[in-house]
């Protein structure tokens, strides 16, 4: 079984960069589609983005879109997640997870979480 350990979370300011890395072990997460999702506080947990199992075809959610970037380097057995221009709305849980299928929302693995917060 597949094990996520994300890391790279922290405090920092509105309109800063971060990114997320996701530590998979394992030998066969090439194989999977995975995503991130993140929960704030008092909120449900939401997708963020996505990627297939090459590390292709990144979807994202619509209000995210244009500031974050998801990549997938098998060769590293990393799952990252790049976020520009970080707003407050930003703070949260951030969560990386392994699909079912590309594209679905089915997690069959979850990592631990790495925490986001965002300052004004």
């Known amino acids: 079984q597949v094990q996520l350990a994300e890391s790279g979370g922290g405090l920092v300011q509105a309109g800063d960069s971060l990114r997320l890395s996701c530590a998979a072990s394992?030998?066969?997460?090439?194989?999977?589609?995975m995503a991130w999702f993140r929960q704030a506080p008092g909120k449900e947990r939401e997708f963020v983005a996505g990627?297939?199992?090459?590390?292709?075809?990144?979807y994202y959610a619509d209000s995210m879109k244009d500031r974050f970037t998801v990549f997938k380097v098998n060769s590293e057995n990393t799952l990252y997640l790049h976020m520009n221009n970080l707003k407050p709305e930003d703070t949260a849980v951030y969560y990386c997870?392994?699909?079912?299928?590309?594209?679905?929302?089915?997690?069959?693995?979850w990592g631990q979480g790495t925490q986001v917060t965002v300052s004004s």
């Open positions: 394992g030998q066969t997460f090439g194989s999977y589609a």
């Open positions: 997870a392994i699909l079912s299928w590309y594209y679905t929302n089915e997690v069959t693995s």
């Open positions: 990627v297939n199992w090459s590390g292709g075809s990144p």
